[in-house]
T-cell receptor
């Protein structure tokens, strides 16, 4: 079965500093990978996704992520964070079984705190 | 225009009651999902429906019964509510379950069982 690990439960970053959130996945075939962001009291918004092709994907709000098959990783990066980036970030993997796409398997999330 | 909407946003009820959460998507998608987010913010798939047919049922107690009257709606009915059912429930939709696509999430329904 597929799984997603986000090793950092909390990360604190100063405003204007760079950010990297880690994500490792376990899945036997080519994964479909996603990063979602959840602001307090809100639903989930897709930041970016990787299906195939270029392993560096660009997303919304200045985020990017790099797929590294050899490391089973899909880390999220942003060169300069803003206070509004404070939120919960979820990495997810999509899989196939029974001829169709399954629901997403999520990591446990990383809570991002921005220091002024 | 809201793509995926859920009602109600908040639901507070007593143990043993029966309650429903409604979900509607106006994206023309074929597939809809219910996820549960627990108090530690862990998200887990519960059900998925494709064109009104159940596709995924992830070992959820049979007190939970999803119903899809048409492909734009997926409602979640919960019988005999228990304290452990307290969570945020998210509805989501995607274009089709036959190929992988982005899932669009609703704003969530926070259920509190007293």
């Amino acid at each position: 079965a597929q799984s997603v690990t986000q090793p950092d439960i909390h990360i604190t970053v100063s405003e204007g500093a760079s950010l990297e959130l880690r994500c490792n996945y376990s899945y036997g075939a080519t994964p479909y990978l996603f990063w979602y962001v959840q602001s307090p009291g809100q639903g989930l918004q897709l930041l970016l996704k990787y299906f195939s092709g270029d392993t560096l994907v660009q997303g919304i709000k200045g985020f990017e992520a790099e797929f590294k098959r050899s490391q089973s990783s899909f880390n999220l990066r942003k060169p300069s964070v803003h206070w509004s980036d404070a939120a919960e970030y979820f990495c997810a993997v999509g899989s196939y079984s029974g001829g169709g796409a399954d629901g997403l398997t999520f990591g446990k999330g990383t809570h991002l705190i921005i220091q002024p | 225009d809201t793509a995926v909407s859920q009602t109600p946003k908040y639901l507070v009820t007593q143990m043993g009651n029966d309650k429903s959460i409604k979900c509607e998507q106006n994206l023309g998608h074929d597939t809809m999902y219910w996820y549960k987010q627990d108090s530690k913010k862990f998200l887990k798939i519960m059900f998925s429906y494709n064109n009104k047919e159940l596709i995924i049922n992830e070992t959820v107690p049979n007190r939970f019964s999803p119903k899809s009257p048409d492909k734009a709606h997926l409602n979640l009915h919960i019988n005999s509510l228990e304290l452990g059912d307290s969570a945020v429930y998210f509805c989501a939709s995607s274009q089709s379950f036959l190929s992988y696509n982005e899932q669009f999430f609703g704003p969530g329904t926070r259920l509190t069982v007293l």
